[in-house]
């Protein structure tokens, strides 16, 4: 099975969330998280530090991630897993794949105009929300 990772990253203050414009297809033109390819061989956590780093310039030294839930598409012989942190300050990011900014919380990440993943972004953020005490317990 081929493993993709989505990391879904937040302000310090938890309210404002990193996006991107994505390039390229699949879903070129919209609204995404950043995320990638998990490489043979590599962990699945060093995966989701290894792809923030190469698109946003967040280090490890940055935010600690969680993981917060998988998506298997048996068909596809894909899974996906999603991941979730807090910035521990704040920092300028940068990337050269898709453009970068900062979002805040209050749009309609269903919208399937807007956002890419066939409504997958509300979805994740609905469970951050649901397991935000959990995910955040030891963030000050």
């Known amino acids: 099975m081929k493993g993709y990772n989505v990391i879904i990253i937040f302000n310090k203050d938890l309210d404002k969330l990193l996006l991107c414009e994505r390039r390229k297809n699949p879903y070129g033109g919209m609204i995404n998280f950043v995320g990638g390819k998990i490489e043979k061989g590599e962990s ?10 190469e698109e946003t310039s967040i280090t490890k030294d940055d935010v600690k991630l969680v ?3 998988d998506f ?3 068909l596809d012989e894909t899974y996906v897993e999603v991941w979730v942190g807090k910035l521990n300050k704040d920092l300028e990011v940068k990337g050269e794949e898709n453009k970068l900014f900062w979002s ?17 972004m509300g ?3 609905e469970h951050v929300k649901l397991n ?8 000050s």
């Open 67 to 69: 993981h917060l839930m």
């Open 44 to 53: 699945n956590v060093d995966a989701a530090y290894r792809e923030l780093y």
């Open 123 to 125: 979805h994740m953020l």
């Open 72 to 74: 298997v598409y048996h």
């Open 104 to 120: 805040t919380l209050d749009h309609d990440f269903f919208d399937l105009k807007i956002y890419a993943g066939e409504g997958n």
């Open 132 to 139: 935000k005490d959990k995910i955040f317990k030891n963030e």
